[in-house]
């Protein structure tokens, strides 16, 4: 214990070789804070990135209106996917519903069935599922609502 003591204390007291004399070269590049603090007050923006003025945040609050959902979802997706009217014929290569779309028809299933539409739901499900490219991940949901609502068609629960 003494011997650990005896040297720690030797390194303590020999003399420090300094940047000129040290043995590795890398260690002898000369770093400044005040270098860096000048250069990154430098790269400050000269205007905060959500800084809007007043007349500009007049001007889009006088523009803004808030979206108006007129409660016909499944009429917005027949406009945005023709194919899958019930009388369209089925189109080669089938078209691929973007993930807009998939949301749009994700609240249109959620539409039908809370209006107890639950044929119009079977039948939208199948059609996707025959006619469209739909992600991977939304196949099983499509599925389970095809069964719920399948399920009620004949008034059960």
């Known amino acids: 214990m003494t011997e650990l003591l005896n040297k720690s204390l030797a390194l303590i007291n020999s003399p420090t ?5 040290s043995e590795n070269p890398l260690f002898d590049i000369g770093v400044d804070a005040d270098d860096y603090a000048e250069a990154a007050a430098d790269d400050a923006p000269a205007v905060d990135r959500t800084f809007q003025s007043e007349a500009d945040f007049l001007a889009v609050k006088a523009a803004y209106s808030a979206r108006q959902d007129g409660g016909d979802l499944y009429s917005e997706l027949l406009r945005a996917v023709p194919q899958l009217a019930e009388d369209a014929a ?4 089938k078209p691929k519903l973007d993930k807009r ?3 749009l028809l994700g609240y249109a299933i959620g539409e039908l069935y809370y209006d107890g539409e639950f044929e119009r739901v079977v039948k ?5 599922l025959e006619r469209c490219v739909v992600d991977r991940r939304v196949v099983p949901g499509l599925e389970r609502a095809r069964e719920r609502a399948g399920g009620r068609v004949g008034g059960g629960k």
Not at 17 to 21: H, R
Not at 90 to 93: A, F, G, R, V
Not at 124 to 128: D, G, K, P, T
């Open 17 to 21: 070789l300094t940047m000129a004399e």
């Open 90 to 93: 089925i189109t080669d290569p």
């Open 101 to 103: 779309v998939q949301m």
């Open 124 to 128: 939208l499900c199948e059609r996707v």
